[in-house]
């Protein structure tokens, strides 16, 4: 595709439920980003890959999270033992490379509620 | 460390008004600045974006941005703002670290 696609769009769950939430980057896209989207509080860092390099976890909230990318393409974040502030929404991004500035592009999200 | 403040969580305007959007950072180290745009239900488009040379940066859609080294700021301004322009608009500086630090965003609501 030509751009960052996520899924599912939105997931409902139950508070206690694993989820796990997918990103396809940009073909060719070597760093990708996942961030999340709470009301009222902007975009928060959770996680982000470059290349064969370790990921970079500092911004994940708690050992619930985590997340993995399989050949270097499509990544998987999940979240175990969701709790009702877990819902947010959850966006991916990718970019050329991290190693200089490259610009970002953000798939459409994914918009998880725990109830 | 950088940090990003949106000094305005909501701003209502009437169409055909000029609007101005607030941003100031703090760093230690030179950035380079954006502004990204989300319309409803929809993904974080870059809306424009500042990494050197002029301060005056312009998007498509007659936005712009100047940045302000002294005042540390890079407010986004439009001279007269459609309805089309409603979305929330973020805020963010790159300081040479793989991630983008952002502002929590204003809501930006043009009505008739």
């Known amino acids: 595709g030509a751009g960052v696609s996520q899924s599912p769009s939105n997931k409902v769950t139950e508070k206690g439920k694993d989820v796990e939430l997918r990103c396809d980057p940009i073909?060719?896209?070597?760093?990708l980003y996942w961030y999340r989207q709470s009301l009222g509080q902007g975009l928060e860092f959770l996680i982000y890959f470059q290349g064969n390099s370790a990921p970079d976890k500092s911004g994940l909230p708690s050992d619930r999270f985590s997340a993995e990318r399989t050949g270097g393409s499509v990544s998987t974040l999940t979240i175990q033992r969701t709790q009702q502030e877990d819902s947010a929404v959850y966006l991916c991004?990718?970019?050329?490379?991290?190693?200089?500035?490259?610009?970002?592009?953000f798939g459409p999200g994914t918009r998880l509620t725990v109830l | 460390a950088q940090s990003v403040t949106q000094l305005d969580s909501q701003v209502p305007v009437f169409e055909e008004a000029p609007v101005e959007l607030r941003c100031n950072y703090s760093?230690?180290?030179?950035?380079?600045l954006f502004w990204y745009v989300q319309y409803p239900n929809q993904g974080l488009q870059l809306l424009l974006k500042y990494l050197s040379g002029s301060t005056l940066v312009e998007s498509i859609n007659g936005f712009e941005a100047e940045f302000n080294k002294s005042q540390t700021s890079f407010h986004l301004r439009k001279p007269s703002v459609h309805i089309s322009d409603t979305a929330e608009y973020f805020c963010a500086v790159w300081g040479g670290s793989e991630k983008l630090v952002f502002g929590k965003g204003t809501k930006l609501t043009v009505n008739p």
């Open positions: 073909s060719g896209h070597t760093a």
């Open positions: 760093s230690s180290v030179s950035v380079y």
């Open positions: 991004a990718s970019s050329a490379t991290s190693e200089s500035y490259n610009e970002q592009f």
